[in-house]
Each structure stands twice: as C-alpha cells, then as structure tokens.
C-alpha cells in the first residue's frame, strides 16, 4: 500500500460538492489500506476535527494564508487569486513534509478544474493530477435559452478553456503529472494534445451505497408501481442558466398540455432565480411549479424519496453529485446527453435525451415526451426506480478510490 499525500483545497464532511469529494476519497483512501494525509485549508477545522474524533486513520495538515491576504476574497474574482496562491504555498509545505514523511505519491484532488494549476508535481514524485472537469460546453443550437448574461459566461468559459495550451501554470502542471484524471470524455478533449496521452476518464463524485439504501428502507410507503397520484418531479441544484432548468419548465408546460398532471418542485436558489420564475409565470404553469429555498444535504437526501424522478437538464456538469443520490435512492433520472450525469444514467434507470444536431424546441420535446413515458407506465417507473439502485452501486466512492489508485500504480511502473 501507497503513503499518499492528498492536496484537497476543499475538504469537508457533508460539504456537498468539491468538499464531499476532498473528504469522501481521503477516508476511502484511507480505508483501502494507504496511509493517507491532507493538506486542507483550515477554515473549518473544528468540523473536521470533529468528524475524526476517536479515529486516526487519516492526518490533516491545515494550510492557510495570513488573514490581510485572505481579504482577497473580497476582491471580483478574489477567490481564484486566493485559491492560486494557496496552491504555491501549499507545494511547499508540501515539500517539507515529504522530506519527513517520503511520500509515495502525491495526489491534487480539489479544486478539481482543468483551468486552474497544482504545484504539486514540485515534489518530484508520482503525481496525479485530477479527477478535474470543466471542459464541458453548451451545444451551439442551445445557447439561445441562456439568457444574454448565461452566454456571456459561457463564451468566457470557452476562451478560458481554449487558452489552456498557451497559459504556462496550466502547461506546468499538465508537464509535471504523471497521470490526469478527467471527469468526462468532453473534458478529455480539452487537455493540450501533447499531454492527452497521459489522461483518462474517471468519475470524481461518488456514493455510499450503504447509507443511500438505509435513506431507502426509511420510507416503505412509497411504492412507485401502484401510486396513481400525479407525476412528482424534482430538481435540486444551484439556479444557473446552465443548469438547463429552462428546458425543465417548457417541458413541463408541454407535458401538462397533453392532459397529463405533471409536478415539479424546485429546490435551490441562485443568480437565475428571477428569470426562471418569469418563464413559469408566463408559461402559466401557476401550481404545477413549486419553488423550495436551499436545503441542507442532509434535508436532501430525507427528501429524495418523496419524489417519483429526478429532472436534471443540464447543460455542462463535471459531475452530478446529485444524480447519483438519487440513483441510490432509487429514484429513475431524466438528464441530457451532456457530461458527467449522463455517464451515471442508462436505459435501466431513466432517460438520457440527445442533445446531438437538435435544437431547444426538440430537445423540450424529449423531456416531455419522457415525463408523459413515466407518468402513463407506473410498471415502468417502478422498474427504473429497483434497477436505479443498483447502478448506483457501480460508483461508490470506494470502486472510484480503487480503480484510480490500482491503474495508476499499472502506469506509474510503466
């Protein structure tokens, strides 16, 4: 087994999102034998500390600035300024601690960007760069239902990807990796031809399968099969163009329009709040649309199995977190052909809609087309809701912490 030291910017238990992939993969780790320590930032310490009471199994070294530059993240964009000089000072910490410890190899974990560098491979040892995404795009024919300010953030994110290959940091890391792990095969594409060879697709977010299936035995009322109520659809995310809510609501006007009692409830706030809800108003969907705040992950996942499926168009994710929290709730997934959620979703467990030479009329027209599917077929349903769980079960944080560090000991020795 490996002495592997973790660069996890963003660590924390029950964080959601990058936080749950700093810490799930370090315990998992951890669990499969290596001797694991991470280097975090110490913001939230006491959480950690507190999760890791009674137990030893991994160490964390808290990292962080002085408090006159952490008011950088006060600053437009102050936190990517931030996050890059943490990631230099950290190295060499880093490096201090290898001369103790003698490291195996060296892992940068989160943030997991392919835009922004690690220092890492400084320590001249095996370093693995990733899971990171990012790479993924809106299809052209889709960008009109961004709205003005979602395509401006969108062709910004297109020039930053498009200028990888000429920023040096970016060249350095990619240069000093042994191996980049890449999220999606959109991603893949992304990273300068010359370092491709070096990269694979590999999932970063994953579940406890154990736990989501305690969260399902906690609910035996709901049985998906004989329930004739109306269709219940959820979306749980930030509130962003991208996050294809847009697509969600005409597809639930369109479905109600055939007669067919369709619900979606929305949980999540965010920038695109405003817009979304003028959409709803002016498609006159009144009740049909039910708009929950921000919950906490913990509401969330006591929640999921109140629901019959999961909506989750959209347009360009890494990962998906909650997409496989709803698998392993057993609840079937409607999600587009794009990134990291539509690697997670099969024909055994929901409907992935291509997206592929179709414009935002057809791709509406999918979504509805499958909410009226599952809403018409409660057999169906209930057979993609038994099958949902166990396709979650192929990616559970531990299978992802296996496979990664089994192929890259293969590479590695190569």
């Given at each position: ?12 238990p ?67 300024l ?34 922004v ?42 020039i ?26 959109e ?15 590999q ?39 991208w996050?294809?809510l ?117 791709v ?46 293969l590479?590695l020795?190569?």
């Amino acid at each position: 087994m490996s002495r592997i030291l973790l660069s996890a910017y963003c660590c924390i238990p029950n964080g959601g999102s990058e936080y749950d992939i700093g810490w799930n993969w370090a315990k998992c780790a951890a669990e499969s034998g290596h001797e694991v320590v991470v280097l975090t930032r110490a913001f939230d310490r006491n959480r950690i500390e507190a999760a890791l009471e009674g137990e030893n199994s991994v160490q964390f070294i808290f990292h962080d600035l002085s408090p006159f530059v952490q008011r950088l993240y006060h600053l437009p964009f102050g936190n990517y300024l931030y996050y890059l000089f943490w990631q230099y000072s950290a190295a060499r910490r880093a490096a201090e601690l290898h001369k103790i410890r003698k490291f195996d190899r060296v892992q940068h974990i989160t943030w997991g960007s392919l835009r922004v560098p690690s220092f890492m491979g400084r320590l001249k040892i095996p370093f693995i760069f990733g899971p990171v995404g990012g790479g993924e795009d809106t299809p052209p024919q889709l960008r009109r239902g961004l709205g003005w300010q979602g395509r401006a953030k969108d062709a910004a994110r297109r020039i930053s990807n498009g200028l990888l290959s000429l920023d040096p940091l970016m060249r350095a890391t990619y240069e000093s990796a042994n191996e980049i792990l890449v999220t999606t095969s959109e991603t893949l594409e992304k990273i300068p031809e010359h370092y491709r060879h070096k990269a694979r697709v590999q999932p970063a977010v994953g579940i406890d399968v154990g736990a989501m299936t305690a969260k399902w035995s906690s609910h035996p009322q709901r049985r998906l099969g004989t329930d004739k109520r109306k269709l219940r659809a959820l979306y749980a995310g930030r509130l962003l163009p991208w996050k294809g809510l847009h697509l969600a609501l005409r597809a639930i006007s369109m479905a109600r329009s055939d007669g067919r009692p369709v619900e979606l409830t929305v949980i999540g706030k965010g920038p695109d709040e405003a817009r979304l809800k003028n959409l709803a108003e002016r498609l006159d969907l009144g009740d049909s649309v039910k708009w929950v705040p921000r919950v906490t992950r913990t509401e969330l996942l006591r929640i999921l199995t109140d629901f019959d499926l999961l909506l989750f168009p959209s347009l360009h994710d890494s990962g998906g977190m909650v997409v496989l929290e709803a698998l392993g709730c057993g609840l079937p997934v409607i999600c587009l052909d794009r990134g990291g959620p539509s690697l997670f979703v099969d024909q055994s467990c929901g409907r992935v809609v291509s997206t592929r030479s179709r414009d935002e009329g057809s791709v509406v027209e999918q979504i509805a087309m499958f909410l009226l599917e599952l809403a018409n077929d409660r057999n169906l349903l209930a057979q993609l809701s038994a099958s949902a769980r166990q396709r979650a079960g192929f990616f559970t944080w531990e299978n992802h912490v296996r496979t990664v560090y089994a192929e890259s000991s293969l590479a590695l020795a190569d």
